[in-house]
């Protein structure tokens, strides 16, 4: 395994959803909206078109296999921009200025003149059959000496509801796409760098959070291999694996090649119609087929039963090519009988189509003009193998296996799209663009000055609440107790099946601050008004419509000095023999009936030492006596 | 003299790397150069060097095999985003195909028709004139002349509803003469031009005999409507079903993909005889849109005018202040025709004083018209009729399914 890493070459694609007030090129909310809130609903065909130069790109020709019908929701927060029934609005100059710092932060040259481009999609995706990108900076390098080839600004996709269903929120949210050069040569390289470029990207503090708002596609190719694109790799943790996997996929598909060379291997153009083979066959799916077709593959036998990856086949990608032409699938002699095909209708086969026992059979069945296009994809895809590894682009599957998506894109599948206008980035403007500072480097200075400790320093730098972090340790606040809020009550509160979200955002209620009440209670706390102990209780309150300020006033404690060392001493006397017995050591076991007494407005460590005072009174009382 | 030809390649110097590219343009002092990646970004002169000149190579243009058993349709281009590429020389989209183009842009045709392409014009339809509707009917009445079983027109859609009631008016036809359009460019696979042109193909073969335009229905491609070219109007700026027939229904569907067609039995049928042309235009003719304020100066401007249609106001006013000035404009000979800019029912100057003053004053009630409409008619009536008293009689003559003497609910 070693050596199969030391020959990688690897590269990765950052895709992150940025987090403005409105989407790229219209001024929708760029608010993810569940299905089932749709309010309309249309249909479109989308067709190859010439391109600028005249070719329709490979890519895009291979969607057209299967011409189909895709459907869209739209929704009360997405607009006729969204529906390709209205022209773009101009780029949007905040999701620009974040891609300019992100730029900075890269150490990139930022292009003078930008120029939208639309970038042929015809998987139903994107309404229009093409997705909005453009070329904002170039040739940037990281710390530990990775290249930065460019950076993309382009709208996100529409997503996928099911089949040919799509949904218009997601379509048009600002997207920035990284790409490093191809100069990574392990997995965890590529792991690491991905990781990077996560945490220079949330470093803005502009940059949408949750599953799926940040997705990367890896460039691997080994020697002798090709180059694949894998797309769509969310969890981070993934990534070593998806590579690993790929490398072993590739390295798998060049033994083949070899062995086929050896054996002399080659596929027949010829397509044979075995549909009477199979006239009284047990098998449900050919059964039903109006056409079953069969391709020899000379000198396959065994290989395409060959596992590539776990649980994959050389058969799998045929399988993917096939279904291209809208067949679920493919069957093939290494893996028959069985699927309720018989024995002797394998061997049936082998004689109809003159098949030796070193070749291998494909089945395709379906109706006829599918289950011709999914011949001629089998029989495209079993001449790759005799070439070894085909350029591709895949898709991840659960676990780290990829399969065949379509073919690489070339460079003919954009032209301009001039209804947007360029944008031109003088140096005065590159002069203005702030560097933040990294979240690493905030959660070692948050160590460093406030004392927290490591790991929880770095969990506040990398939360989504470090925004009101920053507020409220500005504000004075303790930043371990704003730390602690932040981070364990809200889970907390969270936890209860409360929405914390009312805590988090503006309070247009009571004095209409507009601030976020979770800092009005912190404050609350500074100033001594309720005990610590009281913030989750005013959260609820909160959450259940109280404003902060009659929330702070209801926890605020009425009990009065001497009112706590009554308390206190009643407890102590109620409990008298075991506080002799315990001594000292009682105050632990007694703490918990105090504070449910003074019903937490009070601050712990203040009815601590009352308490402890009251404990001392009563052992001393106790030596006077005896 | 220009440093570089469009198709060079060149090399970049940005980010202190060299970048291999192919110019495009100059836009705003920089130069359009696309990438090797596809992308296009714009660069300061000084950072180009040319690599190699490339000559032009035109695109090899497809044979397209036409079946001689299938109807005889003509395709008339005048431009539009039917047919649009982009220009090079500002970055958007023109229209610069011609007919023969169109059929290659877009598989399905042959297999509805043969086809004969003939470029009438190259234009956005905001520079058209009443001088090419002219030439536009004498060219489509040449082809039905010459066998044409049906003429499809290819218009951009700003003024494609001019254009189609002009047509309306100068010629009587025995077979459909088709407008077609887009309203979301050619160039991307979305495009509404691919099931338009082929819903008016299927509409070119079909047992209608007039002029109409076929456009998307709805948002979705499910179907076409067929408008009847006096009753239809652009209603949106962009979307694809921006054309409706306004106080009427349309004349008929195209479904898509099916291409299953169904006509109203109001729709003229198919005859066999020979189409009539009417081609005169008198084009000192003007539409004004009335507004509150509106000085008589405006109406007095009009002076050289042989016909005025003014859009009023709700059941077809303007203000009494203008009526003296109107009234001058037609006792010196212009015809003067009420619209109503409410574009759904019916004008009477009946109801209240300023109507009935208006009517005094000579002002024809356009009835339920569309000020366009209106206009195109105004313009034929004068150009074709002997004398002025004729002019008006024609102008209150449904001629072209222009009006309807009843106005129906929901329409």
Redesign the interface.
């Known amino acids: 395994m070693a050596s199969e890493e030391l020959e990688l070459t690897a590269g990765i694609e950052i895709h992150q959803q940025l987090n403005t007030g409105e989407k790229l090129f219209c001024h929708c909310p760029p608010v993810l909206r569940p299905f089932d809130q749709h309010n309309g609903e249309f249909f479109r065909y989308l067709r190859a078109t010439e391109s600028e130069l005249g070719e329709i790109d490979q890519a895009a020709e291979e969607e057209m296999k299967n011409l189909r019908r895709f459907c869209y929701y739209t929704y009360d927060t997405t607009c006729l921009v969204e529906s390709d029934e209205e022209p773009p609005a101009p780029m949007n100059q905040e999701a620009l200025a974040v891609c300019l710092q992100i730029a900075k932060m890269c150490r990139m040259t930022p292009v003078p003149q930008v120029h939208t481009m639309r970038k042929l999609v015809i998987d139903g995706s994107n309404t229009s059959g093409f997705q909005r990108t453009a070329l904002v900076a170039v040739n940037g390098t990281l710390p530990n000496g990775v290249t930065i080839e460019t950076l993309c600004l382009e709208e996100e996709a529409a997503q996928r509801v099911e089949g040919d269903t799509f949904s218009l929120d997601r379509l048009g949210i600002p997207l920035v796409e990284i790409t490093t050069a191809p100069c990574m040569r392990t997995p965890e390289e590529v792991q690491e760098v991905a990781r990077y470029l996560g945490m220079v990207l949330r470093s803005t503090g502009k940059v949408r959070r949750g599953l799926g708002t940040i997705r990367q596609d890896i460039n691997i190719s080994i020697p002798g291999g090709a180059r694949v694109e894998i797309k769509g790799v969310q969890e981070l943790d993934l990534i070593a694996e998806v590579v690993k996997r790929e490398v072993k996929r590739q390295k798998r598909l060049l033994e083949i090649r070899d062995r086929l060379k050896e054996r002399g291997a080659l596929v027949d153009e010829l397509v044979r119609d075995v549909t009477g083979t199979f006239s009284g066959t047990k098998s449900q799916i050919l059964g039903k087929a109006p056409l079953i077709l069969a391709i020899v593959l000379r000198g396959f036998a065994g290989l395409v039963g060959e596992e590539i990856q776990p649980g994959r086949r050389l058969g799998s990608e045929l399988s993917d090519y096939a279904r291209k032409c809208g067949l679920g699938g493919i069957f093939h002699t290494d893996e028959l009988p069985a699927y309720g095909i018989s024995p002797e209708e394998v061997d049936a086969l082998r004689h109809v189509t003159g098949a030796t026992a070193g070749d291998c059979v494909v089945l395709v069945a379906g109706p006829r003009k599918k289950a011709e296009c999914a011949s001629r994809q089998v029989i495209r895809r079993a001449r790759m193998a005799l070439d070894g590894v085909p350029k591709e682009t895949r898709r991840m599957e659960e676990g780290g296996n990829t399969s065949y998506m379509r073919p690489l894109p070339g460079a003919a599948r954009m032209y301009p799209e001039t209804d947007v206008l360029p944008v031109s980035i003088t140096g005065s403007l590159w002069e203005t663009v702030e560097i933040p500072e990294l979240l690493e480097d905030k959660a070692a200075r948050f160590s460093r000055e406030m004392g927290l400790d490591a790991s929880l320093a770095d969990q506040i730098a990398f939360s989504e609440h470090l925004p009101l972090f920053e507020k409220a340790v500005g504000r004075g606040i303790s930043p371990l107790l704003a730390a602690r809020t932040l981070l364990a009550t809200l889970k907390e509160i969270s936890r209860e099946g409360l929405e914390i979200r009312t805590l988090l955002e503006g309070d247009h209620r009571g004095q209409g601050l507009g601030e976020p009440p979770v800092l009005g209670v912190l404050d609350a706390v500074r100033r001594g008004q309720i005990a610590k102990e009281a913030i989750p209780e005013v959260f609820r309150k909160i959450i259940g419509g109280m404003d902060v300020p009659s929330a702070v006033h209801s926890m605020a404690s009425s009990i009065t000095e001497s009112d706590l060392v009554a308390i206190a001493e009643r407890l102590v006397g109620e409990r008298i023999d075991f506080v002799r017995e315990k001594g000292p050591k009682a105050l632990g076991p007694l703490m918990g009936p105090m504070m449910k007494e003074v019903g937490g407005k009070i601050d712990g460590k203040k009815v601590s030492a009352v308490l402890k005072e009251a404990i001392e009174r009563a052992l001393l009382d106790g030596k006077e006596v005896s | 003299m220009k440093a570089f030809s469009p198709g060079d390649l060149v090399f970049c110097t940005?980010?202190?790397?060299e970048?291999r590219g192919t110019y495009?343009t100059e836009?705003?002092g920089?130069l359009?150069v696309?990438?090797?990646?596809?992308?296009?970004?714009?660069?300061?002169p000084g950072d180009c060097v040319l690599l190699e000149h490339v000559p032009p190579s035109p695109?090899q243009p497809k044979q397209i095999a036409q079946d001689s058993s299938l109807p005889r349709l003509s395709i008339l281009s005048t431009g539009g985003t039917i047919a649009s590429r982009?220009d090079y020389r500002t970055?958007?989209?023109t229209s610069q195909f011609d007919a023969s183009d169109i059929l290659r842009?877009i598989p399905g045709l042959q297999d509805i028709a043969q086809y004969r392409t003939r470029k009438i014009a190259t234009i956005l339809s905001e520079n058209m004139t009443p001088s090419l509707w002219q030439e536009l009917a004498r060219a489509v009445c040449q082809e039905i002349r010459d066998g044409a079983e049906g003429v499809i027109v290819t218009h951009g859609t700003d003024t494609m509803g001019y254009s189609a009631a002009a047509l309306s008016f100068m010629l009587d036809t025995p077979v459909p003469v088709v407008f077609v359009g887009s309203q979301?460019s050619?160039?991307?696979?979305?495009?509404d031009n691919?099931?338009n042109a082929l819903c008016s193909a299927r509409t070119g073969v079909s047992e209608l005999a007039e002029v109409v335009v076929v456009m998307h229905e709805?948002?979705?491609?499910?179907r076409c409507a067929i408008h009847r070219g006096t009753r239809v109007r652009k209603m949106h700026?962009?979307?694809?079903d921006a054309f409706r027939s306004l106080g009427t229904a349309p004349l008929g569907y195209v479904e898509y993909?099916s291409l299953e067609l169904t006509l109203s039995p109001h729709a003229r049928r198919r005859r066999e005889e020979e189409p009539k042309l009417k081609e005169r235009l008198e084009e000192r003719c003007a539409l004004l849109h009335f507004y509150p304020g509106m000085p008589p100066e405006v109406i007095e401007a009009c002076g050289e005018c042989r016909g005025l249609v003014i859009a009023g106001t709700g059941l077809g006013h303007v203000s009494s202040r203008l009526i003296p000035a109107i009234r001058d404009l037609v006792r010196e000979g212009t015809m003067v025709v009420m619209a109503s800019q409410c574009l759904h029912g019916r004008v009477c100057d009946r109801v209240y004083d300023t109507g009935r003053d208006l009517l005094k004053a000579g002002v024809i009630e356009g009835e339920d018209m569309l000020p366009e409409t209106a206009l195109v008619k105004a313009m034929w009536v004068l150009g074709n009729a002997d004398n002025d008293e004729e002019a008006r009689q024609l102008m209150r003559q449904n001629i072209r399914g222009e009006y309807s003497g009843r106005s129906m609910h929901g329409q």
């Open positions: 940005l980010g202190g790397q970048r495009i836009r705003d920089m359009v696309k990438l090797d990646s596809g992308y296009n970004i714009g660069v300061s695109p982009i970055g958007a989209v842009a979301r050619a160039d991307r696979p979305s495009s691919h099931m709805t948002t979705s491609d499910d700026t962009s979307r694809r993909p």
